[in-house]
């Protein structure tokens, strides 16, 4: 047994002997520091991971750093939200998480608002393009002398996000014979943030008249600050292996439609995501 890891044995040994002994030194902060000193929590930052006109949805980063000779779990944390002084989100966690003796490790606690709350508050900032946060809590890790409770509370400043809209669906036939069609789907999309939005992935799916049509993908595509953009994803349809229906769809020159939008957008350094739905008239 080499040093380091017969010290890490003797350290451990020492903890569960001042536990068994403990008469004299109870409290479980008194037999950590004396052992190798408290675990300690870090708030790390709170992100917008997902937005859409129903949620919000954000994302905690915590790190624990665990300078113990010994493995710890957590046992469960809490947790208040709040933005602008108004409370949004509150309850307890219970997710398990295993911190390596004398290691970090990463806790990420998700969050997911109504939209129509966070808009709110939105509303009430008048047009500011920050809004204060508040995250408070206590954070329990299982060690080997017992459960020790670490208060958490941080405070920082969130972007007002507001959720893309989509505005109509369309589609320019560039080639249309026998063999299929090449066209460019079109998805009108409005930004209504102040800054601009750079989309890294889109992922679609359209159906027509309650029928599969297409599906595509996209990416490497912006929208100006507070304007409509286009996105244009080019596309080939095979029409031999398809039923007549879907010809016949594309000379009428349009069709009810039912859009299934997936896409990921760069903000603040943070991928973002959103999933919406859209219904209309594709006009070809």
Request: hydrophobic share 40%.
């Amino acid at each position: 047994m080499n040093f380091n890891k017969f010290s890490q044995v003797r350290s451990l040994a020492a903890v569960f002997a001042l536990v068994i002994l403990g008469a004299g030194c109870p409290d479980v902060q008194d037999v950590i520091e004396q052992v190798g000193g408290e675990p300690e929590v870090k708030v790390k930052d709170l992100v917008i991971t997902g937005i859409s006109a129903k949620a919000l949805d954000l994302a905690l980063s915590m790190e624990v750093d665990n300078p113990l000779p010994a493995e710890i779990n957590l046992a469960g944390m809490d947790y208040d939200l709040q933005l602008a002084g108004s409370k949004m989100a509150g309850g307890e966690s219970k997710d398990p998480m295993q911190i390596k003796a004398m290691d970090k490790s990463v806790l990420k606690v998700p969050f997911s608002l109504s939209y129509k709350d966070v808009q709110n508050v939105y509303d009430a900032a008048k047009g500011k393009d920050e809004i204060p946060y508040q995250v408070k809590g206590t954070v329990k890790l299982a060690t080997p002398a017992g459960d020790l409770p670490i208060p958490y509370d941080v405070k920082g400043n969130l972007p007002v996000v507001r959720p893309p809209t989509i505005k109509g669906v369309s589609a320019d036939v560039k080639k249309f014979d026998l063999s299929g069609a090449s066209m460019d789907m079109k998805v009108k999309l409005y930004n209504p943030n102040s800054f601009d939005l750079d989309i890294n992935k889109l992922d679609y799916k359209v159906t027509l008249e309650g029928k599969d049509f297409t599906r595509s993908s996209g990416k490497g595509q912006s929208v100006s600050s507070k304007s409509e953009g286009e996105l244009v994803v080019p596309m080939d349809m095979d029409f031999s292996g398809l039923t007549t229906w879907a010809a016949a769809l594309v000379t009428k020159g349009k069709a009810s439609y039912d859009l299934e939008y997936n896409a990921t957008y760069k903000m603040f350094g943070w991928d973002v995501n959103q999933k919406e739905t859209s219904k209309g008239n594709l006009k070809i």
